[in-house]
């Protein structure tokens, strides 16, 4: 309990709101963003609440002097983001909610992160090498970009360090290296929460998300830049505000589970359209695993030294993203056989090696260089899985309505979990292919019956309505599936490679509850 008194605390709010006059950048933004970091972590573990506000209020002249300005000028929104959470801080530490002062602390580091990207967007546009490599500091500071991230930045950052020339030559490089990391940060936290729920470990879900939601941020405008004209695009803020709803939902961590899930899996369709890849299920597993691999190496570089961890977080974030790897990987082994056996098969191989490497915590250039190596059998089996048959788009559509139909029966006869497997089948393993070609003919109907299938639906067999409501709820999407297929183009199809082995799970989500409020989060 920390202690206090009315006088004090009203004098320490009026000095943390205090508005100073902003000075000159810092000679090193770096070390500036990591002081504001440390200063709010410091104040959450003080002993009294002078104390805490007294770190709140340093970390705040720290952005006011150094980055309130560049950012009201690239992305006010991200200003008043921080000022935003940084009121926010100040009332949980008057109320004690410390966890809450956690995951306020994460807007305004990732925010940070995001006008840093935009000023080091602006510089490389200017030509402004001071700026850049100013700006830069931030990035090595966070993302240790000289030691680990990409071979490709570092030799850019010698040849404008050499000739500030070269910095037009190496622009567009350096953009599309910083979005890439952007990318795999959204990702990893994304695997992260789903990870965290599968161990009930709720809070921890709901700081995952956060922090994916605030690197999205960053790499948001560059997809819908590319995106944004495609029939029924939401865009990645749009299912990064859906994961944002469902941990911060009062269901329990075993239905969150299968919706992050879905939302990881939508996640990857867009960066994988927006990066011009294959989106076919096939694709998008190679794609997954890939972005895994890269994780993998990034982590335990950080995780483990002369045999040693060094890092127990990020040695556990590393086990979580092989897991995930080898388990996309062994889904879809058949089908990356019958592309090519002895790819496969050396895919394999790497796996069993990176688990006995990061098992005994060995050398990490041993996991970067398997790491390389099953990134040049991937991109074999990508170019290999371009011939793929087509499956019609009304094949999924008569495939919903068998299963739909089939759920009727179920449901009617008692059984309510089988009824609502085959209505989530119905809308994951098919429906999720007939909403890019029917948005484009009428993206109305594609709206209706997402929801009345997917949320309605699902909801009244949750709630035990009567069967005759489940008929007829079933009967108006089919009725609305009728149509779907008179309207889609007669051969619209979507690439997708024909896999011949059954699918070995369902996967079942459950209803989404609204959003509860988490200050301004």
Not at 149 to 158: K, Q, R, V
Not at 203 to 217: H, N, P, Q, S, T
Not at 255 to 278: A, N, T, W
Not at 484 to 509: D, H, M, Q, R
């Amino acid at each position: 309990m920390k202690n206090y008194n009315k006088s004090v605390l009203i004098g320490l709010l009026s000095l943390v709101l205090v508005t100073s006059v902003p000075i000159a950048f810092s000679s090193s933004l770096g070390d500036e963003w990591s002081s504001i970091k440390s200063s709010l972590s410091s104040g959450e573990k003080a002993d009294t609440l002078t104390e805490s506000l007294s770190y709140v209020n340093d970390a705040r002249l720290i952005y006011v002097n150094n980055f309130k300005l560049a950012s009201s000028e690239v992305d006010p929104e991200s200003d008043t983001l921080i000022e935003n959470a940084f009121d926010d801080i100040i009332k949980n530490h008057t109320e004690e909610d410390y966890e809450i002062a956690s995951l306020n602390r994460q807007i305004i580091d990732k925010t940070i992160l995001k006008i840093t990207y935009l000023k080091i967007e602006q510089a490389l546009d200017q030509k402004d090498t001071e700026s850049f490599f100013n700006w830069f500091t931030i990035m090595e500071k966070k993302f240790k970009i000289s030691e680990k991230e990409s071979a490709t930045i570092n030799h850019a950052l010698d040849e404008i360090n050499e000739s500030v020339d070269e910095i037009d030559e190496y622009s567009d490089v350096i953009k599309k290296e910083l979005l890439g990391i952007f990318k795999l940060k959204t990702l990893e936290e994304l695997d992260e929460a789903i990870e965290a729920v599968s161990e009930n470990n709720i809070f921890e879900a709901k700081e995952k998300v956060i922090e994916g939601f605030y690197y999205a941020r960053t790499l948001s405008p560059a997809i819908d830049a590319r995106l944004d004209t495609t029939p029924g695009y939401e865009g990645l803020m749009h299912e990064m505000e859906e994961a944002m709803e469902i941990v911060n939902s009062d269901i329990s961590g075993v239905e969150m589970k299968p919706q992050l899930e879905h939302v990881l899996h939508e996640v990857e369709i867009l960066i994988s359209e927006y990066e011009g890849q294959d989106t076919s299920s096939l694709g998008l597993a190679l794609s997954g695993i890939e972005s895994r691999l890269n994780l993998i190496e990034a982590e335990y570089s950080n995780a483990v030294k002369n045999g040693e961890i060094i890092d127990q977080e990020e040695y556990d974030e590393a086990i979580v993203f092989l897991s995930k790897a080898i388990e996309i990987f062994n889904e879809n082994k058949q089908s990356f056989m019958e592309l090519s056996g002895s790819d496969t098969s050396s895919l394999e191989k790497n796996f069993d090696e990176l688990n006995q490497i990061v098992t005994s915590k060995d050398n990490p250039n041993q996991v970067s260089i398997l790491v390389g190596k099953s990134i040049n059998v991937i991109s074999t089996l990508e170019d290999l899985a371009g011939g793929s048959d087509q499956i019609d788009t009304i094949e999924y559509i008569i495939e919903i309505e068998r299963l739909l139909n089939q759920a009727k029966d179920e449901y009617r006869s008692g059984n309510t979990q089988l009824a609502f497997d085959l209505v989530s089948e119905a809308y994951l393993e098919n429906y999720e292919f007939v909403e890019a070609p029917l948005g484009e003919v009428d993206h109305d109907l594609m709206e209706k019956i997402e929801v009345d299938m997917r949320e309605e639906l699902r909801s009244m067999i949750q709630s035990n309505a009567s069967p005759d409501i489940i008929d007829d709820q079933i009967d108006m999407i089919l009725v609305d599936l009728s149509e779907a297929k008179t309207v889609v183009p007669e051969f619209g199809s979507i690439a997708l490679l024909v896999l011949l082995v059954a699918i070995t799970s369902i996967i079942v989500l459950s209803r989404k509850s609204s959003l509860l409020p988490l200050n301004r989060i």
